[in-house]
């Protein structure tokens, strides 16, 4: 089992604030790693600093055994990282196909963008075929998050970096959310998801790593967090199976 992405005393301030404390942190190739932890942890800081959004003040991040930290963010894009975050960031006042093309880096012109890779995700995510032409800001949350998904994935990715893809989602549209990252799972996408919901953590994670007060607490596989319950409320303050 390769790891794809490593943080090794992983500091990061914001402003006057110190967010994260020596950050320790393996990702596997090619499997779900959830990033658990109460709210103000440091989950999303997290994310932010492996895409050289925040800088780290300290320590260092391996992809691929190379040294990302302290890198431009698109340098980091380049090496194959997509990165959803909790705000979606999309266009609103674009359509869903010029969101797409903005994404599509290879592609100069809608019409040029990979058609096999187009209908694969309009299988996954089928709102978006019908809407294609429509102002990404009139979507429904739920579409818009498809939508912010399917960016990320417009062109292969050796790592996507989710964060808190269901929030507010129906249930409806959760399960939909679901099973389109458990297809991207089934191809052996590597994906670092923080998540709220513990139903989804407990559907895809392979593996997790729980935060709290800016580090990295507890790490190993999911399904052992999932059967002790006594671990999830000492490192969570709940039980995973009362919100599965």
């Not at 790693?33 to 492996?50: E, Q, V, W």
């Not at 799972?185 to 998801?193: D, V």
Request: charged share 20%.
């Amino acid at each position: 089992m390769n790891t794809l992405l490593q943080l090794a005393g992983v500091h990061t301030h914001i402003g006057a604030y110190h967010i994260l404390h020596g950050v320790d942190l393996e990702v596997p190739e090619g499997q779900v790693t959830m990033l658990l932890g109460r709210n103000g942890a440091g989950k999303t800081t997290t994310l932010r600093t492996i895409m050289g959004l925040w800088p780290a003040s300290a320590g260092s991040v391996l992809f691929n055994g190379q040294a990302i930290h302290g890198r431009p963010t698109p340098e980091i894009a380049q090496h194959g990282i997509a990165y959803v975050p909790e705000t979606m960031g999309i266009f609103g006042d674009l359509t869903v196909a010029e969101n797409m093309l903005l994404a599509a880096r290879g592609a100069p012109r809608i019409d040029a963008i990979d058609k096999a890779r187009l209908a694969w995700i309009f299988g996954l995510f089928p709102a978006l075929q019908k809407f294609w032409l429509y102002p990404a800001g009139k979507l429904s949350g739920g579409q818009k998050q498809m939508l912010a998904v399917a960016r990320a994935i417009v062109e292969p990715r050796a790592l996507l970096l989710i964060d808190e893809p269901s929030k507010g989602l129906a249930p409806s549209i959760v399960k939909n959310l679901i099973e389109a990252l458990r297809e991207l799972k089934s191809q052996r996408c590597t994906i670092l998801l923080v998540e709220q919901n513990f139903g989804v953590a407990k559907a895809l994670g392979d593996r997790v790593a729980v935060m709290d007060d800016g580090r990295v607490v507890h790490s190993g596989a999911m399904a052992e967090l999932v059967a002790d319950e006594a671990m999830q409320h000492r490192l969570l303050g709940l039980s995973l199976g009362a919100l599965a």
